[in-house]
Antibody
């Protein structure tokens, strides 16, 4: 069974940093492209970042470019999101989501982890 | 960047009804349009991929159509479990990024 499990969320002050993790199981992680998607409270979905299957190609939403870094460790079946210079508007549930190689839709999602940026 | 316009934002319907949700792109996305269902407090769930392909395990009352800039999600014979929020999503081949529609909340009339 495919499982994606996010962790690392919590309360952080504006300007602070946080690192999210996504542990994958039930599939060959290195064969899949991975993404982070977020959802602010009561709002819609916003794509945040993309990593190719080996991490050689990376893309970011303009709203996080220069502040967030997506990375992965295929030996640990894990995806990461390093978030720096956090702002109140980054407050959201963060989901990791899987995409098959060369496909542009998300067929499995984690349960999400809540990040709250507040003083 | 490609903009997505999803309509309506809310939709009231009854069990057994047929409903349609529309998503329009500011420029062609070919068939790279997906639909997701989300229930409160839960992660989104893939319903339709590549505009018209039913995802695994999704009931056949869900269907998608369209290409280029205009797409529709149709739900035939609404069931109580279908009352949720629906999102379209497109892939922008120029930027390598994705954009979601604003969402459509389907509630019971």
């Amino acid at each position: 069974e495919v499982q994606l499990m996010e962790s690392g969320g919590g309360l952080v002050q504006p300007g602070g940093s946080l690192r999210l993790s996504c542990a994958a199981s039930g599939f060959t992680f290195k064969n899949y492209e991975m993404n982070w998607v977020r959802q602010a409270p009561g709002k819609g979905l916003e794509w945040v970042a993309y990593s190719s299957n080996v991490g050689g190609t990376i893309h970011y939403a303009d709203s996080v470019k220069g502040r967030f870094t997506i990375s992965r460790d295929n030996s640990k079946n894990s995806l990461y999101l390093q978030m720096n210079s956090l702002r109140a508007e980054d407050t959201a549930v963060y989901y990791c989501a899987r995409a098959d190689f060369g496909e542009f839709y998300f067929d499995h999602w984690g349960q999400g982890t809540l990040v709250t940026v507040s003083s | 960047d490609i903009q997505m316009t999803q309509s309506p934002s809310t939709l009231s319907a009854s069990v057994g009804d047929r409903v349609t949700i529309t998503c329009r792109a500011s420029q062609s996305v070919s068939v790279w349009l997906s639909w997701y269902q989300q229930k409160p407090g839960k992660a989104p769930n893939l319903l339709i991929y590549k505009a018209s392909n039913l995802a695994s395990g999704v009931p056949s009352r869900f269907s998608g159509s369209g290409s280029g800039t205009e797409f529709t999600l149709t739900i035939n014979s609404l069931q109580p479990d279908d009352f949720a929020t629906y999102y379209c999503q497109q892939f922008d081949g120029n930027s390598g990024g994705y954009t979601f529609g604003q969402g459509t909340t389907l509630d019971i009339k």
